[in-house]
């Protein structure tokens, strides 16, 4: 069974960067599409950003571009998600996880997913 372990949240001010990591058990980076997603309290899981195995990434949230990115390590096994210009409004818990299907898509729907992670907490203060 393989595990995703996501690292790196923590409560930094806005315009502050964190950079997310999410170290998969199995060698599975290379070969499965890996994405970030988050939940805000009271808020629907989104899609944030998403990387295929031939580093072709994909934004699926607006609000994001240009301030983060998504990234993979093949022989770490790790993926990560680079966060600068924290904003409040990016509080949330962040995750990754592997979808089913062999390309990115925000209109997968969350049950479609082979493996999340615990989740990390991103905490952003003004």
């Known amino acids: 069974q393989v595990q995703l372990v996501e690292s790196g949240g923590g409560l930094v001010q806005a315009g502050g960067s964190l950079r997310l990591s999410c170290l998969a058990s199995?060698?599975?980076?290379?070969?499965?599409?890996m994405g970030w997603y988050r939940q805000a309290p009271g808020k629907q899981r989104q899609g944030v950003l998403c990387i295929n195995p031939d580093n072709y990434n994909t934004t699926f949230s607006d609000s994001v571009k240009g301030r983060f990115t998504i990234a993979k390590d093949n022989a770490k096994n790790t993926v990560y998600l680079q966060m600068n210009g924290l904003k409040p409004e990016d509080t949330a818990v962040y995750y990754c996880?592997?979808?089913?299907?062999?390309?990115?898509?925000?209109?997968?729907?969350?049950?479609?997913?082979?493996?999340w992670g615990q989740g990390t907490q991103v905490t952003i203060s003004s």
């Open positions: 199995g060698n599975i980076i290379s070969t499965y599409v």
């Open positions: 996880a592997t979808p089913k299907a062999p390309y990115c898509s925000q209109y997968i729907s969350l049950t479609e997913y082979r493996y």
